[in-house]
């Protein structure tokens, strides 16, 4: 069973940091890309950052050089470092797995709130 369990979500004033965490379980870590996506009220779930297997990494543009996601494959764990944050990062942050092997299905957490103030 497929298990992807995301912590580090919270409350946090403009311009400060938070680090997301997303355990895996029930896959080959090693041979999946790894996401984090986002989803705010009355909007569409959207892409923040991937990190293939290679370490080859894709940001949205409005992230990019104030979130860095990562991996440590022998943790079974994906980061989200989040700095700078604005109101607008605000959302329910969810992990994706996709593992490049199988059927290559996508699984995802249950998500974790990020709230940013002003």
């Known amino acids: 069973q497929v298990q992807l369990v995301e912590s580090g979500g919270g409350l946090v004033q403009a311009g400060g940091s938070l680090r997301l965490s997303c355990a895996a379980s029930g896959i080959i870590f090693s041979g999946s890309t790894m996401g984090w996506y986002r989803q705010s009220p009355g909007k569409q779930r959207e892409l923040v950052a991937t990190?293939?297997?290679?370490?080859?990494?894709n940001y949205e543009d409005s992230v990019k050089g104030r979130f860095t996601v990562s991996r440590d494959n022998t943790k079974n764990t994906v980061y989200l470092q989040m700095s700078s944050l604005k109101p607008e990062d605000t959302a329910i942050y969810y992990c994706k797995a996709r593992p490049n092997y199988g059927s290559r299905s996508a699984y995802w957490g249950q998500g974790t709130q990020v709230t940013v103030s002003s």
């Open positions: 990190m293939d297997t290679f370490g080859i990494t």
